[in-house]
C-alpha cells in the first residue's frame, strides 16, 4: 500500500462492496482508512482481516464481501477461503441480506455527489480491479529545486507568487508612540484631561492608550552583476514580495546604486519587473560591493537601515579591496538591526566562502542563507520571519506556506 492514496482506495473498494450487495457506510469507510493508518498492511492476509473487520457488519454480508476482495485482488496468492452467507444453525432472522439495486444507480455509487472522488465516480464493475488516481506533484513543487537559468518567464512569475504569498504576514513591533485604544494599559492625560470638562474637572471616564505596532522595517539589496545573471530576476521577485507586503526599500547593484522601491510596488509582477530591469543601467557588469554601501550610508536612505533587517543578495565576488569592505559591513551592523547574506552557492555540499569578499563580509552577518532554488528563498523568507520575532513583536505563526512539496 506504499504509494496509495488510503482514502480513494477504502471509499472505491466500498463502493464495489455496495453494488455487491455490501452495506458499507461512511462511518465504515472512516474505520477502514483510520485501521490502515494504525496498522498498514504487510500482507494480503492482513489486508483482509483489515477490511473485512472495518466494513462488515452482518454475516450474511461475509459472501458477498469475499467474492469482491477475489474479484479485486485476483492476482494476490493466499486469499482466505470464503465463508457462507448463512450461519450453521440456519438463516439469520436478525440481519436479512439485502440485493443491492443496481438499475437505478447512478455514477457515484451510492455516494452524494459532492464527497465523490474522481477515482469513484469513474469505476465501474470490470475484472480490472479497481481504478485509483495517480499522485502528481504540484506546478510548484516540480519548479522548486530547480535551477533558476532553466526556468522561462511564466515558471518564475508563479514561484513569485509563492514568495509573496510567503511573506504575507509579516511581524510587527513595538514602537515609542501611542494611540487611543480600550485595551490599553496607560492613562492617556490628555484626553482624560478633556473630557473631565463636562464633569467638573472629575475624571470620570478614563481613557487608555496603547503602543502604536507597525512592521519591523526591511532593506534589500539585490547584486545584479554577470555572475547573478541567472540569479537576477528571481531575486527581483523576492525584493518585490517585501516591498509590497512588508513595505521594504529595495535596491540593486553592480558598479552603481540604484533604487528600486517604487518600481517593485506595481500592481502588476511581470510589468513591476520590467520597470526595474529598465532602471538597472549596469546590470550584468562588474560588482562594487563596498562602494554601493558607502553610498547606501551616504545618501537620505541611510537612515532607512537604521534598525531595519538589512538583507544581501550577492555570491560575494567583489571588485573592491576587501578590508574596504569589511569597514563598511561594520558600519552597516552597527546601524541594522539584523543582517542576513542570501548567498545562490551556500547551498552547495562542501561550501565555503573562500571568496575574498564573503569572507571579509560575514565575521559581520547574523545568517547566511543558501538562496539557489526557490525552495530556497521561500525557506529565507520564513527565515526573515523568524529573526525579525523577538521580544516585543507580534510574531505570526510559522506554518509551511505556501505548499511547494505534493
Known amino acids: 500500500m506504499r504509494g496509495i492514496d488510503r482514502a480513494a482506495f477504502a471509499v472505491a473498494f466500498a463502493d464495489r462492496l455496495r453494488h455487491a450487495g455490501v452495506q458499507a457506510g461512511l462511518t465504515d469507510v472512516e474505520d477502514f482508512v483510520r485501521a490502515l493508518a494504525a496498522n498498514p498492511p504487510v500482507s494480503m492476509s492482513a489486508l483482509y482481516w483489515t477490511a473485512r473487520i472495518s466494513l462488515v457488519r452482518r454475516h450474511?454480508?461475509?459472501?458477498?464481501?469475499?467474492?469482491?476482495?477475489?474479484?479485486?485482488?485476483?492476482?494476490?496468492?493466499?486469499?482466505?477461503?470464503?465463508?457462507?452467507?448463512?450461519?450453521?444453525?440456519?438463516r439469520d432472522a436478525v440481519h436479512v441480506p439485502v440485493p443491492a439495486d443496481?438499475?437505478?444507480?447512478?455514477?457515484?455509487?451510492?455516494?452524494?455527489?459532492?464527497t465523490l472522488p474522481p477515482a469513484v465516480a469513474e469505476a465501474r464493475e470490470s475484472d480490472a480491479g479497481l481504478r485509483l488516481p495517480e499522485r502528481h506533484p504540484s506546478a510548484l513543487a516540480v519548479l522548486a529545486d530547480r535551477p533558476f537559468e532553466e526556468l522561462d518567464g511564466a515558471q518564475v512569475t508563479l514561484l513569485g507568487d509563492a514568495l509573496r504569498a510567503a511573506v504575507a504576514d509579516w511581524p510587527t513591533r513595538r514602537t515609542r508612540r501611542h494611540a487611543v485604544g480600550p485595551a490599553g494599559r496607560r492613562v492617556a492625560l490628555r484626553p482624560t484631561i478633556a473630557r473631565a470638562r463636562r464633569t467638573g474637572w472629575e475624571p470620570v471616564e478614563v481613557v487608555r492608550e496603547r503602543p502604536v505596532r507597525r512592521p519591523r522595517r526591511v532593506v534589500l539589496l539585490c547584486d545584479v552583476s554577470e555572475s547573478m545573471r541567472a540569479?537576477?530576476?528571481?531575486?527581483?521577485?523576492?525584493?518585490?514580495?517585501?516591498?509590497?507586503?512588508?513595505?521594504?526599500?529595495v535596491f540593486a547593484f553592480a558598479t552603481t546604486l540604484t533604487r528600486l522601491t517604487v518600481a517593485l510596488r506595481h500592481t502588476s509582477a511581470a510589468a513591476a519587473v520590467a520597470l526595474a530591469s529598465a532602471a538597472v543601467t549596469d546590470r550584468f557588469g562588474g560588482t562594487r560591493i563596498a562602494t554601493n554601501l558607502r553610498a547606501l550610508l551616504a545618501s537620505h536612505h541611510g537612515d532607512a537601515v537604521r534598525g531595519a533587517v538589512v538583507v544581501i543578495g550577492s555570491d560575494g565576488w567583489d571588485s573592491d579591496p576587501p578590508g574596504e569592505l569589511a569597514a563598511m559591513m561594520a558600519r552597516l551592523r552597527r546601524r541594522a538591526y539584523r543582517i542576513v547574506w542570501l548567498n545562490p552557492r551556500a547551498g552547495a555540499p562542501g561550501f565555503v566562502p573562500r571568496v575574498a569578499g564573503m569572507a571579509a563580509a560575514l565575521p559581520y552577518c547574523d545568517r547566511l542563507l543558501p538562496a539557489g532554488t526557490f525552495r530556497d528563498l521561500v525557506d529565507a523568507a520564513r527565515q526573515l520571519q523568524s529573526v525579525t520575532c523577538t521580544d516585543g513583536l507580534k510574531c505570526p505563526t510559522l506554518t509551511p506556506a505556501p505548499r511547494i512539496i505534493a
Not at 65 to 84: C, I, K, N, Q, Y
Request: aromatic residues 10%.
Open 60 to 90: 450474511a454480508d461475509l459472501a458477498p464481501f469475499d467474492r469482491v476482495f477475489a474479484a479485486v485482488f485476483a492476482d494476490a496468492p493466499s486469499l482466505p477461503p470464503p465463508r457462507s452467507a448463512a450461519p450453521p444453525g440456519g
Open 102 to 114: 443496481t438499475d437505478d444507480r447512478g455514477p457515484g455509487g451510492g455516494l452524494p455527489w459532492a
Open 231 to 249: 540569479q537576477a530576476t528571481a531575486y527581483l521577485h523576492l525584493m518585490r514580495a517585501f516591498a509590497v507586503v512588508a513595505d521594504a526599500e
